[in-house]
């Protein structure tokens, strides 16, 4: 077995495969974590922390100190067969239900599974069963160096070995995706549709072709004209790592569409997910710039795909958010067993700053499906 050792430790090193491929979020964010002046801005008047919210509500999640150890609660390391080897992925089970057990795919690509830690505020005193994983290439799970298993059909097989490995079966299984987890949830349930007992997709277009459109055509122009005129010249420039551009993009983009929040009270667990992300997979399937995709998943479109969905699903939209709300409910209203939550004051990490009324429509679905309501 070809075996790639995590990366331990709250602000780790990034390995040569990793810096080739840098991110400017992830620079901006590993100055937050390390309390430089550049994360110190108010954010715009739209970014106050909406009541929801508990910034400093930080879940304890060391698992004694090593949450990566097979050792730890609920760890399971799990090997995954490739084209080029067999490599391990991580991931933590939390609780148990026999009707009820939850996949969570993470964002990215070659994000992390620390956005979801708020799910622990939630989902447990309802009695949900969930998996934390971190994909190939994620965090705790191998990092191979090889740009080749980087394709949406590979993740797909990743997703049923895990799925295989956990035990979960048509009678208990959901599988939760958000932003590109949910792009490789909607994939599965099209590969695997005899698997699933229920399907979420969380702030995630069908289509990357629309959702440039409307980063294009809607967002960037909410955008101050000033500001925009500058980040267009960087971005013509492909000069996405001036540090004027990092700024710009934070004051102007991130607090608004991405979360909500000033950038120096975002919770730990979302800082923690994009300095420990795995940019070169990031970039090279999204593209470096948050304007729009421009990697692999360029011309990804499963529009015309959404009525052969079969399980039930729930999709996942927000106001603020980086993707079209609308677009969202409509694909709730193209798949056949489809039901739209909308979270009117969130954004794209709208389990952070819209969690009350985020988790409440995710319950409910979860639980309507189990007891056959839905």
Same mark, same amino acid.
């Given at each position: 077995?070809?075996?790639?050792?995590?990366?331990?430790?709250?602000?780790?090193?990034?390995?040569?495969?990793?810096?080739?491929?840098?991110?400017?979020?992830?620079?901006?964010?590993?100055?937050?974590?390390?309390?430089?002046?550049?994360?110190?801005?108010?954010?715009?008047?739209?970014?106050?922390?909406?009541?929801?919210?508990?910034?400093?509500?930080?879940?304890?999640?060391?698992?004694?100190?090593?949450?990566?150890?097979?050792?730890?609660?609920?760890?399971?390391?799990?090997?995954?067969?490739?084209?080029?080897?067999?490599?391990?992925?991580?991931?933590?089970?939390?609780?148990?239900?026999?009707?009820?057990?939850?996949?969570?795919?993470?964002?990215?690509?070659?994000?992390?599974?620390?956005?979801?830690?708020?799910?622990?505020?939630?989902?447990?005193?309802?009695?949900?069963?969930?998996?934390?994983?971190?994909?190939?290439?994620?965090?705790?799970?191998?990092?191979?160096?090889?740009?080749?298993?980087?394709?949406?059909?590979?993740?797909?097989?990743?997703?049923?070995?895990?799925?295989?490995?956990?035990?979960?079966?048509?009678?208990?299984?959901?599988?939760?995706?958000?932003?590109?987890?949910?792009?490789?949830?909607?994939?599965?349930?099209? =590969?695997?549709? +005899?698997?699933?007992?229920?399907?979420? $997709?969380?702030? *995630?277009?069908?289509? !990357? %072709?629309?959702?440039?459109?409307?980063?294009?055509?809607?967002?960037?122009?909410?955008?101050?004209?000033?500001?925009?005129?500058?980040?267009?010249?960087?971005?013509?420039?492909?000069?996405?790592?001036?540090?004027?551009?990092?700024?710009?993009?934070?004051?102007?983009?991130?607090?608004?569409?991405?979360?909500?929040?000033?950038?120096?009270?975002?919770?730990?667990?979302?800082?923690?997910?994009?300095?420990?992300?795995?940019?070169?997979?990031?970039?090279?399937?999204?593209?470096?710039?948050?304007?729009?995709?421009?990697?692999?998943?360029?011309?990804?479109?499963?529009?015309?795909?959404?009525?052969?969905?079969?399980?039930?699903?729930?999709?996942?939209? =927000?106001?603020? +958010?980086?993707?079209?709300?609308?677009? $969202?409910?409509? *694909?709730?209203?193209? !798949? %056949?067993?489809?039901?739209?939550?909308?979270?009117?004051?969130?954004?794209?990490?709208?389990?952070?700053?819209?969690?009350?009324?985020?988790?409440?429509?995710?319950?409910?679905?979860?639980?309507?499906?189990?007891?056959?309501?839905?």
């Amino acid at each position: 077995m070809h075996r790639v050792q995590p990366r331990i430790g709250s602000i780790p090193e990034a390995p040569p495969f990793v810096r080739r491929g840098s991110r400017v979020f992830a620079t901006v964010l590993l100055s937050c974590c390390l309390g430089l002046a550049a994360c110190g801005g108010d954010g715009g008047a739209e970014s106050s922390s909406p009541a929801s919210v508990e910034p400093e509500a930080d879940l304890d999640l060391s698992v004694e100190m090593d949450p990566s150890s097979e050792d730890a609660p609920g760890v399971r390391r799990i090997p995954i067969a490739t084209p080029k080897g067999e490599f391990e992925v991580w991931t933590r089970q939390v609780g148990e239900h026999p009707t009820i057990k939850v996949l969570l795919l993470h964002g990215g690509p070659g994000m992390t599974h620390e956005a979801f830690e708020n799910f622990d505020h939630f989902l447990p005193q309802e009695g949900i069963e969930y998996y934390y994983y971190d994909q190939l290439g994620s965090h705790f799970s191998d990092q191979p160096d090889d740009d080749s298993l980087w394709q949406i059909d590979r993740f797909v097989d990743e997703v049923e070995q895990v799925r295989t490995a956990l035990g979960l079966t048509k009678n208990n299984f959901y599988l939760y995706g958000q932003s590109w987890g949910a792009l490789l949830a909607l994939e599965y349930a099209l =590969a695997h549709p +005899d698997q699933l007992k229920g399907l979420v $997709l969380s702030n *995630m277009m069908a289509s !990357i %072709p629309a959702y440039n459109r409307y980063a294009d055509e809607v967002l960037a122009k909410g955008l101050d004209p000033d500001a925009l005129a500058k980040i267009r010249a960087f971005e013509a420039a492909e000069d996405f790592e001036n540090p004027s551009y990092h700024e710009l993009v934070q004051e102007h983009f991130y607090t608004r569409h991405l979360l909500r929040m000033p950038l120096a009270e975002w919770p730990d667990a979302v800082t923690r997910t994009l300095v420990n992300a795995n940019l070169g997979v990031y970039v090279l399937m999204q593209g470096p710039s948050e304007f729009g995709a421009s990697g692999r998943l360029e011309f990804w479109d499963r529009t015309e795909d959404l009525p052969s969905v079969q399980p039930p699903t729930l999709v996942i939209g =927000a106001a603020h +958010d980086t993707m079209d709300p609308e677009h $969202l409910r409509w *694909m709730a209203e193209q !798949i %056949p067993n489809g039901r739209y939550h909308h979270c009117p004051d969130g954004s794209h990490l709208a389990n952070w700053d819209d969690s009350e009324v985020y988790f409440e429509g995710l319950i409910a679905f979860l639980k309507d499906v189990d007891a056959g309501r839905f």
